[in-house]
């Protein structure tokens, strides 16, 4: 089954628990605690896994290239970037949910977007190179899509520490 | 010279820009990173790495880590727990709720009246939806009475996935 097809069927009963070896679970888990910001730093996490830096290298970069892993690299935080961020969601009935998903998506500053099941039907997180950004953008998805949009910017962080054991 | 002023006082300057915008992509993976980069943006290979560590200890980069693809790693059900709890308690019972190790995330959010009275949101991943909604209960029992309303939001497809972008600055304003 593909992952494709997985993802729009998923199912309860049996989850597909993808197959890793114990070097790639290893380097899954090891490497989204974050790179050591030391000068020879694939050296450094490889010792502490047991292997060479180039079977790391080349185990990482399969990662990569299968689609396990969608990046690797610097995780930025755009509120101390000085730019604006936030998350928005709209009400898009279903007849215009694909239109809207287009005209939203066209937004560069649209980083990420969901569909959701609730009335609230569309998640998207927008990040802007300032703080104004994010009004002005706002009003401009309003006004090319005809719906509002309700901007739930984050108001205290508790804690963010996405982290996905395999 | 453009410069970006955070509000941890730091400076983002446009070396450090540079750094960014080179490696949104990806950090390369070669044995010496920072030397590859280094001769990309014809920088030496030790001011490249001591950008990298001043700019995660002011905290514009998190780490420098893998993202993984959760449905990959068998992780398909993303529960968006929202929970309406009360203004005077929201601050306490939010610290907690982000320590739990499966909440991912957690933050306090505003209420939109009537349709969205929710204001705190806590996201919890896992591998079918009874885990998630287990997960939720946990949450439910260390909000207690603070909390009077609650619902998971999962998401049933991916719309857009780029992550953050910076784009490249020609001009300097």
């Given amino acids: 089954m593909s992952a494709i097809a997985e993802r729009s069927k998923p199912s309860d009963h049996k989850p597909v628990l993808p197959e890793f070896t114990p070097l790639e679970r290893a380097i899954i888990n090891r490497l989204q605690y974050g790179l050591p910001l030391t000068r020879t730093p694939y050296k450094d996490v490889a010792d502490e896994l047991g292997v060479s830096e180039v079977t790391l290298l080349k185990h990482l970069q399969a990662l990569l290239d299968n689609g396990t892993l969608t990046r690797f690299g610097p995780m930025f935080h755009a509120g101390e970037m000085g730019g604006g961020l936030t998350l928005a969601a709209m009400r898009i009935p279903e007849q215009d949910f694909a239109n809207v998903t287009e005209q939203v998506n066209s937004f560069p500053e649209v980083a990420h977007n969901y569909r959701r099941e609730h009335e609230l039907n569309m998640w998207f997180v927008l990040a802007t190179e300032t703080p104004e950004g994010i009004d002005e953008t706002i009003k401009r998805i309003e006004s090319l899509t005809g719906y509002p949009v309700y901007n739930m910017p984050k108001e205290q962080e508790f804690h963010v520490h996405l982290h996905f054991e395999v | ?173």
């Fill in chain 2, 1 to 173: 010279m453009s410069t970006f002023t955070s509000k941890s006082d730091s400076v983002l300057s446009a070396r450090d820009r540079e750094l960014i915008v080179a490696t949104q992509s990806g950090l390369p993976l070669v044995s010496d990173p920072w030397a590859e980069l280094g001769k990309q943006l014809d920088m030496p290979a030790d001011e490249v790495l001591t950008r990298f560590q001043r700019m995660q200890a002011t905290g514009v980069i998190r780490r420098v880590a893998a993202v993984p693809d959760h449905y990959r790693l068998g992780f398909r059900f993303n529960g968006m727990t929202v929970w309406d709890v009360s203004d005077d308690a929201i601050a306490e019972l939010g610290e907690k709720i982000g320590c739990l190790p499966f909440v991912s995330h957690c933050y306090r959010r505003p209420r939109h009246l009537p349709y969205w009275s929710y204001n705190l949101f806590a996201m919890v991943h896992g591998v079918s939806r009874d885990e998630v909604e287990h997960k939720a209960a946990q949450i439910r029992e260390v909000l207690g009475d603070a909390c009077t309303g609650q619902t998971i939001l999962y998401s049933s497809a991916i719309l857009k996935k780029t992550g953050l972008r910076l784009k490249k600055q020609t001009d300097k304003q």
